[in-house]
């Protein structure tokens, strides 16, 4: 796509998992995960929710496992034809 496009890539900048913690007026805080960029693409969704933004952080540990395979097999097996 880059050759097409005439233009050179730099990087590619992967989504991590944040873990964020909002509260909405006098309502109790409510954490939540959300996949994103940056934090800031995060606070800014949340703020147009209408949601005070308490706290963002980056989850530290994020595995991405495979589904086992008993599961696939099942998910298809029971896919209608």
């Known amino acids: 796509m880059a050759k097409q496009r005439n233009f050179k890539l730099l990087h590619v900048i992967p989504r991590a998992t944040w873990v964020y913690k909002v509260q909405r007026g006098t309502e109790k805080p409510v954490t939540g995960e959300q996949k994103a960029f940056t934090r ?19 989850r ?22």
Not at 40 to 58: S, T
Not at 60 to 81: C, G, Q, R
């Open 40 to 58: 800031g693409e995060v606070q800014d969704a949340l703020q147009k929710m209408g949601y005070r933004v308490i706290r963002v952080q980056k």
């Open 60 to 81: 530290l540990l994020d595995f991405k496992l495979k589904p086992p395979s008993a599961e696939i097999v099942t998910f298809v097996a029971s896919a209608p034809t």
